[in-house]
């Protein structure tokens, strides 16, 4: 997965499903302003809804993204980027830290979790940073829904 984003301020719903993606994506809003910009490395490819600062980092690989809505958002993406699903690592990333998270054994989240998460499920995930615990629920079964649904609509529109 060599695909890294940067994605400003009015596009944080969309950085967080990147990250579910399993792709490493910096937000504005954790690093605001010329700060966030000025700290970009030149790999990561900018997403943005404002004109202007698609045109001050014009050189830049970059998306325009259009819609306002998340589903559109990340079709979006997908398609101009030309995202695979084979390449996609759902579930490995931080949603709030962006880092790659780490399998814990079941005794470590104990006490974690909600009692009735620890006793119905069986494998955990903890990012070592914030030390927030990830168990695969529903969440996870209607995000896994969302992700069929944008690269279904993927195939069916492109000509890749």
Known sequence: MTNRFA???TLGTLAKWLRILGYDTTYEAENSGNLFFDSLEDNR??????KKIQEK????????VRSNFLDEQLKQVVDEIGINRAEIQPFSRCIQCNLIIVEISKDNAYGRVPDYIWETQEAFNQCRQCERIYWPGSHAERSMEKIKLIFNSKSTNSTN
Do not use: G, N
């Open 7 to 9: 994605a400003d301020k």
């Open 57 to 64: 980092f014009s050189t830049r690989r970059s998306v325009f």
């Open 45 to 50: 490819i900018l997403l943005t809804r404002t």
